[in-house]
């Protein structure tokens, strides 16, 4: 299990960039094995929004394909989320996600939310027009 805590989100207006940050402080047992980023708009189901696993495969929701980046500092303990040409139907909140054994989902089912058992308080962004 560990601690997530995210940081960066903000407001900007549409066409701008944020760089969202996950940090993870170690708790016990193993360490994780697949980290995402999910978000969600109040009143609406929550969206992956991209995976990344310990080999560095990475997975993204169609809708911020090309715009978004997920990478992650092991060394840090860190994730990042880049997102570029932000839209206003980007606004949400954001959480971070830790996900545990490798190969037991794969990166789609991942995304979905399945195997994912560590949760960040969330990050809240806001892209106006």
């Known amino acids: 299990q560990v601690d997530l805590v995210e940081s960066g989100g903000g407001s900007v207006q549409a066409g701008g960039s944020l760089r969202l940050v996950c940090t993870a402080s170690?708790?016990?047992?193993?360490?994780?094995?697949?980290m995402a980023w999910f978000r969600q708009i109040p009143g609406k189901e929550r969206e992956g929004v991209a995976v990344i696993d310990g080999d560095g495969n990475t997975k993204y929701a169609g809708s911020v394909k090309g715009r978004f980046t997920i990478s992650q500092d092991n060394a840090k303990n860190t994730l990042y989320l880049q997102m570029n040409s932000l839209e206003p139907e980007d606004t949400a909140m954001y959480y971070c996600?830790?996900?545990?054994?490798?190969?037991?989902?794969?990166?789609?089912?991942?995304?979905?939310?399945?195997?994912?058992?560590?949760w960040g308080k969330g990050t809240m962004v806001t892209i106006s027009s």
């Open positions: 996600a830790a996900g545990y054994g490798a190969n037991r989902y794969p990166l789609p089912a991942r995304l979905t939310g399945y195997g994912m058992n560590d």
């Open positions: 170690p708790g016990y047992g193993y360490s994780p094995y697949v």
